[in-house]
């Protein structure tokens, strides 16, 4: 039962849940913008009526007529029967860990729901149209959308059923970070554009991060925003196709860096990390240091134009659609394993492939496919550049390099890849019309040697025995400390985290007789590569 009060101890709402402080209700919202400061007045006298929302939406309703401030629920299970509303700016909505439990049980399926609908179109009949929902935070409780449980969920004209853990609408400077989001029908989370009009930012100064995203519908979608931070989060358990994690979704993106996170579809066939065909070449997006694992047959990564993409493990397939000569695709220090078929189809101009890693691919198809596939006709900014490609197929008929039978390949550079594929550089399973391409420095019958040690105890050194230089990914465990030992005795610290951390794939470059040191109370799995 809600017991809701304020900082004096004065009733909100009262243990049978009726609400008691005209502050309470919806009477007015001080929206603060930067600049220009608007009263929307709005809402009726809600006092003796019963909440709908254990208490939270008229403790949120308090602190924004007061002027903002923080709202802090307690452990324990609250029902939620309606969507609670965030109407003004400079507030702090934090519970009290995943012993905080927001469970969505509406008295009509068929209802629309949003566990927390941020800011505002229209409030009114006054529309809203700039971005004027400032400051506000979400953080540390769990956040469950019982779809499973709920049957007739309102759906859209497609189809798609409408339940939603946290909308956005015209916001800046917002944090959601350490929510376990639990079984929604829908987005997690969703950032749509409020506005049709192109070069117009709907959202700015976004960072989601320390989020666990479990059996989510989709889990973000993010649409016309810019300075977007999205780190450190946990995907598991996702719900089959046409589903995905992070949906980079419309016009008008901007500085947007995706880091450190950990998705595991579990073998599904839904998405990854996509960026739809059909949106605008985005500037400056960063997918970095991610681990993206178990999507099937749907891409685990799909990216196009000014996307820089470095230092991932990407199991599963991946596409890169091209861009400009300004806004290229750059994928660069990636290890791209276990594929069902290709590993990476470039789709497009002005892509860059650079000191990859393709490793046991094709292994639903007997080794028959490329690692890296020419899916469209290409004519010009395209490069492929020291990559190495380890076939591991029990029948090593696939190769490094192809194209489908009807493409035109034309003008590609490629330089220094290596591999263990034989001959098989320009011939196999797809005919292939390559065309005024470089090529400088490549060798498919180059054998690479060098094979994954042991982790070696915590603060003991291990030195590079090969006589190649190697890359080694490191990700999980709770390490404290990496130091690398160059081979002329100096000694650099690569990471360092006083509390322990757990590693997303982070790549260190060992050159021969340089040695790695790594101190932990839970061993990180590490894996070696040529470099």
Not at 120 to 130: D, F, M, R
Not at 194 to 209: A, K, N, Q, R
Not at 489 to 494: L, M, Q
Request: charged share 10%.
């Amino acid at each position: 039962q809600p017991m809701v009060v304020n900082r004096y101890g004065d009733w909100i709402v009262d243990p049978y849940g009726t609400i008691q402080n005209p502050a309470a209700c919806p009477q007015q919202a001080w929206i603060q913008p930067s600049s220009n400061p608007i009263n929307f007045t709005y809402g009726t006298n809600c006092v003796g009526q019963k909440t709908q929302t254990a208490g939270i939406q008229e403790a949120i309703n308090y602190v924004l007529n007061n002027g903002g401030g923080k709202v802090l629920i307690r452990p324990g299970t609250y029902k939620i029967q309606t969507s609670i509303l965030v109407v003004g700016s400079n507030i702090e909505i934090t519970g009290s860990g995943y012993s905080t439990r927001l469970v969505l049980e509406p008295p009509n399926p068929d209802n629309n729901i949003i566990m927390f609908y941020v800011g505002a179109l229209y409030l009114n009949g006054q529309q809203v149209n700039s971005i004027t929902f400032e400051n506000i935070k979400i953080r540390n409780m769990f956040i469950d959308g019982n779809s499973r449980n709920l049957t007739g969920l309102y759906t859209e004209s497609n189809g798609a059923p409408v339940q939603i853990g946290i909308d956005l609408v015209w916001t800046k400077n917002v944090e959601i970070s350490g929510i376990y989001f639990y079984d929604t029908a829908r987005e997690a989370i969703w950032v749509p554009a409020s506005t049709s009009g192109l070069g117009v930012y709907s959202h700015e100064d976004i960072f989601i991060h320390d989020n666990v995203f479990d059996h989510t519908g989709y889990g973000i979608t993010l649409e016309q925003s810019r300075h977007v931070v999205i780190a450190n989060n946990i995907v598991k358990n996702v719900v089959p196709y046409p589903s995905y994690w992070l949906s980079l979704n419309y016009l008008s993106l901007h500085s947007i860096a995706v880091v450190g996170n950990v998705l595991d579809a579990g073998g599904t066939t839904s998405q990854g990390i996509i960026e739809p065909a059909q949106i605008s070449d985005p500037q400056y997006v960063v997918i970095a240091n991610n681990v993206i694992k178990g999507y099937g047959t749907g891409p685990s990564l799909f990216v196009g134009g000014g996307t820089y993409v470095v230092g991932n493990i990407i199991s599963g397939s991946a596409m890169a659609y091209g861009g400009n000569a300004s806004q290229p695709t750059v994928l660069e220090d990636n290890i791209f394993e276990l594929s069902p078929a290709v590993a990476l189809a470039v789709q497009g101009n002005y892509v860059t492939v650079k000191d990859n890693v393709f490793v046991n691919n094709n292994i639903s198809n007997s080794g028959t496919y490329p690692d890296i596939s020419f899916t469209a006709n290409i004519s010009q900014g395209v490069y492929i550049i020291r990559n190495i490609f380890l076939d591991t197929q029990s029948t090593p008929t696939s190769y490094g390099i192809g194209a489908l039978s009807n493409v035109t390949v034309s003008g590609v550079t490629f330089i220094g890849n290596k591999g263990n594929l034989g001959s098989r550089w320009n011939g196999g399973y797809f005919p292939q019309n390559f065309s005024n391409c470089v090529y400088i420095d490549n060798d498919f019958d180059y054998l690479v040697v060098a094979s994954t040690p042991a982790v070696p105890s915590s603060g003991s050194a291990l030195t590079n025995p090969f006589n190649t230089s190697v890359r080694v990914y490191l990700y999980g465990g709770t390490v404290t400390q990496v130091q690398i030992t160059k081979w002329y005795g100096t000694t650099y610290t690569v990471f360092s985290n006083s509390s322990g951390a757990s590693l997303p794939g982070i790549p260190v470059y060992l050159d021969p007789g340089d040695s790695i040191t790594i101190t932990y109370s839970s061993a990180p799995t590490w894996v070696w590569v040529p470099a």
